[in-house]
């Protein structure tokens, strides 16, 4: 399915008609009206709030006491900066994001490699790893959280090595463990997907020039398909990684935050609309925006992932 | 003959992996309530506790529960048919026309796709009370159109640079304008594309959980995931585990069913949407 996606060259090119003619004039006119609308929504529902957020994060303003509202400068992003809570979460956040994404590049990595393989049950195996992708975040938590509790989930019985009382939601280490787990479940199959598409874009020549070669399967691997889907595991690594440093839904339906469970994302939905503290949770918000491009900037440099050609842009 | 049996174990491996939470909590959804919150009837399987429908009349004689699941059918789709629109606009525009911003486009796009939905709820809670949107279709439906137009504009970019201009010109030179070239030629080639996207922003909005939980207080726009948290109180240890087991499955039904009917197109559409290099 994938090879039909390959690149082609870009469409316009060489018809691109002279600027400053009617024609081209035309051209703009409609390209206007037709992306307006769709620029339109966007910007509605994200630049109001994040300049609002902005602004709101130099008061201090409490929905319980709105009346008190007062400009505090900085104030709330040094409280923010200084607190251990903060890097504590932090800390569990980037945890959960590089430790899912490792283990999914793996494991959907096989998942991948299956599914490009097997030539029986195509259909039966891709419905089936669509399951998983589609389902609603929270159900997936609470399937995870029920089986994971010892008075009647079945992970305890089924680990021989786990006593049959164990708490998973009793200290921090396991229960991280079992929001990572959910949180795997989930998003593995959009991992293997995304992974699959590259590897039907290596091409059986080369794979079949260096068995002839004489190259080992392991050597196969490394030097000949996975240089050759670099671009697509960029893109999948990096997709994953900005999905997983938002994580909230399974933190909140598996644990609601409590023994150290809680990521970044949490801790402003908690300050906001739990504790309707907006000034500080303004300052959270922004704090974590800033993050998350700081991620994204990282991811880009350390794979040196050119997204604009890997969209195909 | 070893890579043979290598492959019926992976294949075996992948099922078991998408397929056993299901099972869990289809079983889960048989159990009595009594068996599960005094853990008498610890297995995987409802052996001891099997109370047959129960569960799910008890749910569905809930009426905040039937509500959520009309609200999510509601919203769900009227965002993805607004959303696709849009996008189908949008992404005829950038891969066919040449204008200035086609970049900053592109860029927004990108920038609202990597955003922390989290840092936006709490103005939005604000904003969306001033102007009465708070607790209604449509202070969701926009939100779930904003950020699903990203993934849409990409994925329908992607198809309409598959699509044979040409013929598009052929119909201009015919003398049809722009617009009745577009009509008539392009969208019934770029319908897949469409459809695709219009997949895909579905199950963003079915799966939406944070603008869910925040934007809503009643039952009058409450969706299935927030409604779903809310089931049970704030206690998350101690559940009505059958029950919410029994609303988990008709939640999960809609998705099942689509991902059933049209598995080829949704993996062509993520794949293609996603990677091309």
Known sequence: MSSTYVATPEVDAGKTPPAGSDRSRAEGRLAAKLVAPAVIVMLVVTAFPILRALWLSFYSYSLTAPDDREFVGLSNYITALTDSLFWRDIGVTVLYMLVTVAIELVIGF?????????????????????????????????????????????????????????????????AVIAIMVSEIWKTTPFMSLLLLAGLAQVSEDMIEAAKVDGATWWQRLWKVILPNMRAAIM?????????????????????????GTESISFLTYRQTIEQFQLGMGSALAVLLFLSVLLVAFLIVKLFRVDLAQARGE | MKQKIGLVLGVALVMLWCLLPIAWILSLSFKSQDAVSNGTDPGFLPLDSFTGWDNYTAVWDDEQFRRSILNSLGISLIATLLSVILATLAA????????????????????????????????????????????????????????????????????????????????????????????????????????????????F????????????????????PAALSFFVGPDPFQRPAGLLAAAAVIATIPIVVIVLLFQRKIVAGLTSGAVKG
């Open chain 1, 110 to 174: 096989i998942f991948a490699m299956v599914m490009h393989r097997v030539i029986f049950a195509r259909g039966v195996i891709r419905t089936s790893i669509l399951i998983p992708y589609g389902i609603i975040t929270v159900v997936s938590g609470f399937a995870w959280q029920f089986a994971f509790t010892y008075q009647n989930g079945f992970v305890n019985g089924w680990l021989p090595f786990i006593d049959e009382q164990f708490n998973w939601f009793g200290d921090t280490t396991p």
């Open chain 1, 235 to 259: 893109v999948a690594v990096l997709f994953r990684a900005l999905d997983a440093y938002r994580i909230f839904d399974n933190i909140y339906v598996m644990t609601a935050g409590a023994v």
């Open chain 2, 92 to 203: 005829y525009a950038i891969a066919r026309l040449e204008f200035r911003g086609k970049k900053f486009v592109l860029t927004v796009a990108l920038a609202i796709a990597m955003f922390p939905v989290v840092s936006l709820v709490s103005p939005l809670f604000d904003l969306w009370r001033t102007i009465g949107l708070y607790d209604t279709w449509p202070g969701l439906i926009i939100p779930y159109m904003s950020f699903t137009l990203p993934l849409a504009i990409w994925t329908l970019s992607a198809f309409f640079r598959e699509i044979p201009w040409e013929m598009e010109q052929a119909a201009q030179v015919d003398g049809a304008t722009s617009w009745q070239a577009f009509r008539k030629v392009i969208v019934p080639l770029a319908a897949p594309g469409v459809f695709t996207a219009a997949i895909l922003t579905f199950f």
């Open chain 2, 205 to 224: 909005a079915w799966n939406d959980f944070v603008f869910g939980i925040t934007l809503t207080s009643t039952e009058n726009a409450r969706p299935i």
